[in-house]
């Protein structure tokens, strides 16, 4: 025994003290989350968690990855996405994963699965290569109980809106979502919406709204959602913050300035943002929303009364003229089930391929006309690269896509649904130098974590989720555009997923690990 004991007081202490994990990284260039500058250092991942960070001698694993001083940094949470559909049919989201994406909150814009718990068991029979977290949202609510009628709801029908989410957040909801723009929220007064955020509210989730208006009535929209926070009591998410419309170019000022006051009141707001000059969306909001009441039988009837059509068409070119638009060349078809030969092409554009003059009134014309034949999803470029940047500086802003899990070469959808964290990281940070990288990737992971009470996501520390990237700061790119957008991000090395990895030396490896992040009521 004395010999045994002597022996071990001869050992090296670094043996002494060694320990195992599955995966250690070495030689990253950390950058942990928290928004503090970055520092050279390991990480070791046991068991799906990260079990330390830093000098880690000490450490062997299996698996060891030469970061060789290229960035580690939690995985990015996109908290702004509609995956419902698209994730069954490609759950391996390289989109997603590409930009370094490991975590999504789906449900957003009023838009949810109708029933979250058969969705969340969904999710984690199939095992994505994403996390998915989900809102509940009022538009899909407020169909179950009211269709699409345009009215406010009686109170047995605001009792029944307002059990199905609290029936939504006990099943794992974050929170609620609003599409104040689409139908049949738009039909929504302030006080459906306060009863509904109050149900969620009394599970702790928050209330994420794409507001009424992001135009010219942009500024009593915001002050809506944050009526709503103050009089439910509950954390406000603007979502896809912007100002839109020619009109409006450089009020960013004006409208951040609400949120900034909000904040500064004691009210807890936030927003997200896609860092592009275009929105995206369907081809029905150019049409004003009483006209889309019902379902499509009765906007087609609509349409074909010719005088309800003239009053639509006045309606639209009110709208155009609000904008300081003079045609409709800023709307580009994303996908046009009934002809794809228009994706990519302008109104103003198919207008001329149907033998029209090249006006206003008769561009409204084309587009009543492709409504009827079930509408089309769009982009709109319609912002002002100087907002979009002010906007990016605020420090309570969040990268939130706004994006499905695309069908490579279908249609022509927005980039944003491929590029949105390395254009940030390439276009914002590295050659605009509009903000750090540390701040950067502190939006893209703990503030987001923070916001929708992700607990054990969002940093690089001790028992956290091994949710990781790696990526290279000089060459991280976005590669889509609008005019070729299936194009996945460049620049990132390695992907973990819940100490998985799911990208390795830039490929996707096809593995699986994601799973549902359920809300606070469920802890």
């Known amino acids: ?82 995956i419902e559909g698209g994730i069954f049919d490609q759950p391996t989201t390289e989109n997603y994963i590409y930009d370094g994406v490991t975590t999504v909150v789906t449900g957003n814009c009023g838009g949810s699965a109708s029933n979250l718990k058969r969705f969340f068991y969904r999710v984690d029979s199939l095992h994505p290569s994403i996390n998915v977290a989900s809102l509940v949202g009022h538009n899909t609510v407020r169909e179950q109980v009211m269709k699409r009628e345009n009215r406010l709801p009686t109170a047995d029908e605001q009792r029944k809106m307002d059990s199905l989410v609290e029936q939504a957040m006990k099943e794992g909801a974050v929170g609620l979502s609003t599409g104040l723009i689409y139908i049949p929220g738009a039909f929504a007064n302030t006080a459906e919406v306060v009863s509904l955020a109050k149900a969620a509210s009394r599970h702790n989730g928050i209330y994420a709204s794409h507001i009424r208006n992001e135009e010219n009535s942009a500024i009593e929209a915001i002050n809506e959602a944050i009526q709503v926070g103050k009089e439910a009591n509950i954390p406000v998410q603007i979502s896809h913050f912007k100002i839109g419309g020619r009109s409006n170019w450089g009020k960013s000022n004006i ?130 690269e100087e907002d979009v940047k002010y906007i990016m500086k605020y420090p309570f802003c969040m990268a939130g896509a706004d994006a499905g899990v695309p069908v490579p070469g279908k249609g ?61 700061e000089q060459t991280v790119n976005d590669k889509a555009t609008f005019e070729q957008p299936h194009q996945y991000s460049v620049g990132f090395q390695y992907v973990l997923v819940n100490g998985q990895l799911v990208v390795e030396d830039g490929k996707h490896n096809k593995n699986r690990p994601g799973k549902a992040l359920l809300g606070p009521a469920t802890l």
């Open 1 to 82: 025994m004395r010999l045994i004991l002597f022996l071990i007081l001869l050992m090296p202490a670094g043996l002494l003290a060694q320990q195992t994990a599955d995966i250690l990284i070495r030689n990253g260039k950390i950058i942990d989350g928290t928004g503090n500058s970055w520092f050279y250092g390991d990480v070791a991942i046991r068991n799906g968690k990260i079990i330390a960070v830093g000098k880690l001698t000490q450490y062997t694993a299996p698996k060891v990855i030469d970061a060789k001083q290229q960035i580690v940094a939690p995985g990015f949470i996109d908290v702004h996405g509609h």
């Open 255 to 384: 409208t951040l300035g609400l949120v900034e006051q909000a904040r500064k009141e004691g009210w807890d707001v936030t927003i997200d943002q896609y860092p592009y000059t275009a929105s995206s969306t369907n081809l029905g909001v150019r049409l004003p929303e009483w006209a889309l009441a019902g379902g499509q039988d009765s906007v087609k009837a609509r349409l074909h009364n010719p005088a309800i059509r003239a009053q639509i068409k006045k309606e639209m070119l009110e709208q155009l003229g609000r904008y300081k638009f003079k045609n409709y060349s800023y709307a580009v078809v994303a996908n046009y089930s009934a002809d794809s030969n228009y994706n990519g092409k302008s109104i103003t554009e198919i207008n001329k391929l149907m033998g029209r003059k090249s006006k206003a009134s008769y561009e409204a014309e084309t587009i009543m006309d492709m409504i009827e034949k079930g509408g089309a999803q769009m982009v709109y470029h319609s912002m002002n």
């Open 412 to 472: 022509m959808p927005h980039p944003r649904g491929y590029g949105t964290n390395a254009r940030i990281l390439g276009r914002y940070v590295r050659d605009a130098k509009v903000i750090s990288i540390e701040e950067a990737i502190r939006r893209m992971t703990s503030l987001a974590a923070q916001k929708f009470q992700l607990k054990d996501r969002g940093l690089l520390k001790e028992g956290m989720a091994a949710d990781i990237v790696i990526f290279d």
